[in-house]
């Protein structure tokens, strides 16, 4: 019984939701295979062969793989998939676009979203926004699996001494092709990666409101900006910003949400946070009963004092 994680990459470093999901498939059992498919990637091969708890990296390189499109991926899992009984991928959103081509070509079903290893054919999942936990258990001989990476602790990225074996990259699927990629340049956190988030909803009333309010405390503590979806439907606040059911699943260390009433999509984006701070003048809000920390008051008051005292 062997896993095989699929790294996610910019062709020199590993992710950290490679780490998490090193974690999940480490829980499984046996061996622990990391695919890394892109293109002048060798770093990024050296890299996944420090994790901890890694035994093989498999290192495909081409130019069809450079982009990292799903179709091409997909492929590149496909030529070594009959070597594993379990392909894991993080469910971020390379992983969601490239795990179920593979599971539908593997004929299997996909185990999406896991949050906990029980046995080797057997996993929790959280349904209904997080409200229940599903036992999902699969007689496929394949599993093809998406990992929530909050539920898992990140595999420390040294202390490994795994083999690189160089395959040979997959052909052009000829199904899509890269075009360009705008990236966004930001100096903040990540937001997936952050230890410490800010988060704004719908109470800040406008996009000058949110960026006035939210961006000193964001400064002051060097967190990361995040939003409700409802600050977000309102244009306060990027998509990309946006946490919960439909936006970004968080688990920072430090969650602070300010004018957020705590509706049950958005809870399930961050409720996994080790500590969450709630400032809201409504003492009935949702996010107070999972709030560590709750404080009732104006937060265009509350949070320029707090900015203060900081």
Known sequence: MTSLVIAEHD????????????????????????????????AAAAAAAQIAGVSKVIHADGET?????????????????????HILFPATANGKNVAPRVAAK??????????????????????YAGNAIATVQSSDAVKVITVRTTGFDAAATTGGSATVESVAAAADSGKSSFVGREVTKNDRPELTAAKIIVSGGRALGSSEKFDEVMTPLADKLGAAIGASRAAVDAGYAANDLQVGQTGKIVAPQLYVA???????????????????????KDPEAPIFSVADFGLEADLFVAVPELVAAL
């Open 11 to 42: 062709n020199a470093s590993i992710k950290g939701a490679t780490l998490n999901t090193v974690t999940a498939a480490a829980a499984i059992g046996a061996d622990v295979h990391v695919l890394v498919a892109g293109h002048n990637s060798g």
């Open 65 to 85: 793989l450079e982009a990292g499109l799903a179709e091409n991926v997909a492929a590149q899992v496909l030529a070594i998939a009959g070597n594993y009984t």
């Open 106 to 127: 593997l004929d299997v079903g996909q185990i999406s979203d896991i949050t906990k290893v029980d046995s080797s054919d057997t996993f929790e999942r959280p349904i």
């Open 258 to 280: 300010c004018g957020i009433s705590g509706a049950i999509q958005h809870l399930a984006g961050m409720k996994d946070s080790k500590v969450i701070v709630a400032i809201n």
